[in-house]
């Protein structure tokens, strides 16, 4: 159910209980910082007026259009050499999937991709970025079962210079964010990027399950304080009316979400827009 669509059948025929509009506002994954502001401006209005269901809907879609950014943020292009971008993220959010579909966007600006299977500790993840890049008609580099996936994602970095490939993508392992060793490992990775290209990677994107809720607003602090993250890819917003803790993030870490997928097929993946994402969750 849309979260409008709930507010209306809970409010719409009796006065807006503060504790019940709260624990509706939670439930939409907004985040406590906006949930205060936006029942500060309510609360602030009903001192003049009579409130009703129409003055929340219009508070709740003015505090998320002004956190939101009105244009999405296009992809940090490296000058003269390979765009190197990193996904990363937790297990089962959909990073190999989705660094798929930003390979087939990619290639749909005409665009030379490159892949690089970091993802080392699962052969599965492996086989399954190898059988998308096939599909797209991409290279990948790829190593044994247990690779250093800092020093594959050199390799791969040099290759895709050589090539002069427009974008190198790497699919990194799923990880807990509350593994140390494992953030440290993602670390080494930048690291040993940075000895080729000081700016690499130019995008470290994390993955988020957009129907997790304050876990992946966990997760963003997280891997950002870790990473220095660069934006979001949101899975699973297939207009069902979730994904209020985009909007969390955003206002949190000032993290733009820059792709959202909504299917499992290669086209269901497009630049984040501000506009139909309020429309869909409203």
Same mark, same amino acid.
């Given at each position: 159910m849309k979260f409008l669509q709930s507010l209306v059948q809970? *409010?719409?025929?009796?006065?807006?209980?503060w504790e019940e509009l709260e624990e509706s506002l939670i439930r939409a994954d907004l985040g406590v910082p906006m949930i205060a502001r936006i029942i500060k401006t309510l609360q602030e209005r009903e001192a003049?007026?009579?409130?009703? /269901?129409?003055?929340?809907?219009?508070?709740? #879609? $003015?505090?998320?259009?002004?956190?939101?950014?009105n244009d999405s943020t296009p992809i940090r292009r490296a000058n003269g050499k390979p765009t190197l971008i990193l996904i990363v993220g937790v297990n089962g959010t959909g990073k190999t999937?989705?660094? @798929?579909?930003?390979?087939?966007?990619?290639?749909?600006?005409?665009h030379s991709v490159f892949l690089a299977a970091a993802d080392? *500790? #699962?052969a599965a993840a492996i086989e399954q970025l190898g059988i998308w890049a096939e599909r797209l008609g991409v290279e990948m580099i790829r190593g044994q079962y247990g690779t250093d996936p800092a020093a594959l994602c050199y390799e791969a970095y040099q290759a895709a210079t050589k090539r002069e490939t427009d974008f190198l993508i790497c699919d990194t392992a799923g990880r807990q964010h509350t593994k140390t =060793?494992?953030?440290? &490992?993602l670390q080494k990775v930048k690291r040993t990027l940075a000895k080729l290209d000081p700016d690499a990677p130019h995008e470290t994107l994390l993955v988020i399950d957009a129907t997790t809720g304050g876990n992946a607003l966990t997760q963003a602090r997280e891997f950002h304080s870790a990473l220095t993250l660069t934006g979001l890819i949101a899975t699973k917003l297939d207009g069902s009316g979730k994904g209020g803790i985009?909007?969390? /993030?955003?206002? $949190?870490l000032e993290l733009p979400?820059? *792709?959202?997928?909504?299917? &499992?097929?290669?086209?269901? *993946? @497009?630049?984040? =827009? @501000?506009? $139909?994402? /309020?429309? =869909?969750?409203?």
């Open positions: 809970q *409010f719409a025929a009796k006065p807006i209980d003049w007026s009579v409130l009703g /269901i129409g003055d929340v809907i219009k508070a709740v #879609r $003015e505090e998320i259009a002004r956190i939101l950014p999937t989705s660094t @798929a579909k930003l390979a087939h966007y990619l290639q749909q600006d005409r080392t *500790f #699962r =060793n494992l953030m440290s &490992e985009i909007v969390a /993030i955003q206002d $949190e979400t820059r *792709f959202v997928g909504t299917g &499992e097929q290669l086209d269901d *993946f @497009a630049p984040f =827009n @501000a506009r $139909e994402f /309020i429309a =869909n969750m409203l």
